[in-house]
């Protein structure tokens, strides 16, 4: 019974498959909620500083190259069409068609990450790495510098996040193609894809804030 | 065969069947459980070991205070004695005790499900609970912290020489298992609720732990990106509250207390959940006002996130936010009063038992009576002006902290006893206990207000001469709390071996938890409970009568 494929695990504490997916499913968003406020006080700071130092965010954001930022977002836009139809695939059981979709996300995502690389690089060329050899011409230097740490510090989380997304994809396209884990039980795709979602709308407030500051001239 | 034990059989069918304790009995099966039973008494070792490296640190303190200059220690040492003291105790001992131990225990019990919904997140959440201890405890041994509980920037960012960043780590490292334990119980109790089980018929304590655990997952994530930000700015010298670039270390303060304030209802929402069990029960009588009592601790939840201004009413925070602050936590004052009016009603008319549980209930609503209204003069703007920074903000939250978590937890501990071990605890070493913390406790820390509003400023080893009498009585208070706090570790576990074997119902309780035997077994229950009326089905009258006839 248990090892028929065809039935979902049923783990002891639940009563029936859809009190377990109920459940799994509130867990996914709460723990999105405490993401959100983990960002939150990132945001927050960030809101204050630009409040507070509206020309050296603006200066600070022209020295962002911007086209490594929107090929990123497009980057991720795209991954999460991906993802959604790789749920797609996994609630109609077409396994092939997951295990390509996830695979797909993952590169995208892995994309994602080596433009943000050769940014980082740049940047760190250009000595707008917060820190002692930081260097900017601005008429707010030390103000600039604040733009610029907050630059690396949203982005590097989020980067962290994007790669802990790219892991999981690759173990969960792992579990898809060798075993018959999410045959007749999609809501851990499911879930997988609320996670990469999330980071891709994180991504969706970053750039224009980061990147698109009184760029409009 | 079937014949001759037939008489024997009642008496025997509960030790045949194989208890949450004895089903396994290896140290293997105990690390790696998921059963939230065991679970809750892995949290109970942990936060009890806790408990007392806490202590150690305040019996330092108090001991220095005896006299007016620093004789025992220097005043470095005295710095990281209150660091630890605050540190341990907040994040190792007050916002895992009641959450981690009691609600682990309970929680699927009251609701007469098999488990929580996430059983192996609950055993991670303990193992990052270990881990983050360990990472304190480090930075204790190794040389200690000695920027208080708060890690004010840019002090603890720039110029404290201690280990910062360990003991932060370790408190970042136990919030994620905080946040874990609060996602389970939301969770589990909005889908694994047995049948018949609605919203209005919760106990009251599952209410408080609901509140509770959205306040651990809402406002923990905070407190995480808070203490990264200062230990990343304490590392590479440059950062988010660094004047130098413009960075705002008040900033630091907001984001610190957005967490910080609701985490005093972590610490204060169990304890009222674990005294609205104990009163209705102790006086036979059904919670006065459930309803009230359940939504008066959601609205405290919700309130505790827009007070946070009030810890910073002289950090030049603008006098506007000031006054709003200060109203709304002066609103807070109500549906904390909702609760302590619903509880000395529920006495009104009750059949009065005063076992230990009781005990401590009562003195909880005292003592948290006392500390909730000091707690007005500070939300007051022109009083916290006076006493900002005194012992009397010291004793106005160990009113609340000590004389309502702690006694709560002791009273919870107590009550639930026989359900987590089977066995009865010993009713007059208990009450001695009881009454030898609520003198100490009031020993202790009544003084500290005097001396605050007197003008003694909290975090110093020395002081002014004149404030010596107050505080060798406190000190003194001390010692005998900590007598009673020894005494309960003593007969507990000697009731774990020669206690009165329980039964499944020792205090004619109600609630799910009862339903089933003392422990319970792997799977709490033989078959799903189905609920059919509220929480709290108390008859005082019969209770009344029953025990004439037994005095007659």
């Known amino acids: 019974m248990s090892s028929s494929p065809t039935t979902p695990i049923l783990a002891h504490q639940f009563e029936d498959a859809t009190q377990q997916r109920d459940a799994a499913t509130i867990g996914m968003w709460l723990f999105i909620a405490t993401e959100i406020l983990f960002f939150g006080g990132m945001f927050l700071g960030y809101t204050v500083y630009r409040y507070t130092y509206p020309q050296a965010f603006a200066e600070g954001s022209q020295h962002t190259l911007i086209w490594f930022g929107g090929t990123n977002a497009a980057v991720l836009l795209i991954s999460s069409t991906t993802m959604a139809l790789a749920v797609h695939a996994a609630s109609e059981n077409r396994r ?106 994180v991504w969706v407030f970053l750039f224009p804030l980061l990147y698109l500051v009184d760029r409009h001239s | ?136 405890l480090f930075s204790i041994i190794t040389g200690g912290v000695d920027t208080g509980w708060t890690f004010y920037t840019p002090y603890s960012s720039t110029y404290s020489n201690g280990h910062v960043v360990a003991m932060a780590a370790g408190i970042f490292i136990a919030g994620f298992g905080s946040i874990a334990t609060g996602l389970n119980f939301i969770v589990t109790v909005h889908t694994m609720r047995a049948p018949g089980l609605t919203w209005w018929r919760l106990p009251i304590f599952i209410w408080s732990l609901y509140t509770t655990s959205i306040i651990l997952v809402l406002a923990t994530p905070v407190l995480a990106i808070t203490l990264a930000l200062m ?87 603008s006098i506007y936010a000031g006054m709003i602050f200060s109203i709304l936590s002066f609103m807070v004052s109500i549906p904390s009063a909702i609760k302590v009016f619903n509880w000395t009603a529920t006495l009104y008319k009750g059949s009065i038992r005063f076992q230990t549980p009781m005990l401590y209930a009562l003195f909880f609503i005292g003592l948290f009576t006392i500390g909730g209204l000091t707690g007005l003069f500070l939300a007051c703007l022109a009083i916290d002006v006076h006493v900002h920074d005194t ?63 007197l003008g003694m400023p909290r975090r110093y080893p020395v002081y002014a001469p004149e404030f010596q009498v107050l505080n060798v009585l406190s000190t003194a208070g001390a010692s005998i709390l900590a007598v009673g706090y020894l005494l309960p570790l003593t007969y507990l576990l000697w009731s774990l071996r020669y206690g009165r074997i329980a039964t499944p119902n020792p205090w004619e309780a109600t609630g799910l938890e009862w339903t089933t035997h003392s422990p319970p077994p792997k799977d709490n229950f033989e078959t799903t409970p189905l609920v059919t009326a509220g929480a709290y089905k108390y008859d005082s009258q019969a209770a009344e009568a029953q025990r004439e006839v037994a005095h007659v």
């Open chain 2, 231 to 317: 230990a990343l700015e304490r590392i590479f010298g440059v950062g988010f509250f660094n004047p130098a670039i413009g960075g705002d270390p008040l900033l630091f303060q907001h984001l610190f207390w957005f967490y910080s304030h609701p985490a005093v209802y972590i610490m204060i929402l169990p304890g009222m959940g674990v005294v609205s069990e104990l009163i209705p029960c102790f006086s036979r009588r059904p919670l006065f006002g459930y309803k009230f009592v359940a939504v008066a601790s959601v609205a405290i939840g919700v309130l505790g996130f827009l007070v946070w201004g009030h810890h910073m009413f002289v950090s030049s925070q």
């Open chain 2, 391 to 453: 012992y009397f903000v010291i004793a106005h939250f160990h009113y609340i902290m000590v004389g309502g978590m702690v006694m709560a937890y002791l009273g919870g501990i107590h009550f639930w006893w026989p359900k987590i071990t089977g066995r009865m605890y010993p009713e007059l070493p208990a009450k001695l206990a009881a009454l030898t913390v609520f003198l100490g406790f009031n020993l202790t820390f009544f003084p500290q207000f005097i001396l605050g509003y």
């Open chain 1, 96 to 201: 092939a068609l997951l295990v390509s979709l996830l695979l797909g996300t993952a590169s995208l995502g892995a994309l994602f990450l080596v433009i943000k690389g050769f940014e980082y690089a740049h940047e760190v060329k250009e000595n707008l790495l917060p820190g002692s050899s930081f260097h900017i011409v601005a008429a707010e230097p030390l103000k600039a510098e604040m733009f610029f740490y907050i630059y690396w510090l949203m982005t590097g989380f989020h980067a962290l996040h994007v790669a802990i997304g790219v892991v999981l994809i690759l173990i969960f396209a792992a579990r898809a193609f060798f075993t018959n884990a999410f045959v007749n039980h999609d809501t851990p795709v499911d879930l997988l894809g609320l996670y990469w979602h999330f980071v891709d709308i």
């Open chain 2, 1 to 136: 065969m079937s014949a001759v034990p037939m008489q024997a059989a009642p008496q025997y069918a509960p030790a045949l069947q194989p208890t949450y304790l004895n089903v396994q009995r290896t140290i293997r099966s105990w690390l790696l459980t998921t059963d939230h039973k065991r679970i809750a008494l892995l949290y109970m070792v942990s936060i009890t070991f806790f408990f007392f490296v806490g202590g150690v640190a305040a019996t330092l303190m108090r001991l220095e205070l005896l006299t007016p200059r620093a004789e025992l220690v220097t005043s470095e040492t005295y710095n990281k004695l209150f660091t630890i003291h605050g540190v341990v105790m907040l994040w190792f001992f007050l916002i895992p005790s009641i959450p981690t131990v009691l609600g682990n225990f309970l929680v699927p019990l009251m609701i007469g499900a098999r488990d929580v919904a996430f059983p192996r997140l609950n055993l991670a959440s303990w193992y990052l609970f270990m881990v983050g201890g360990a990472f304190t």
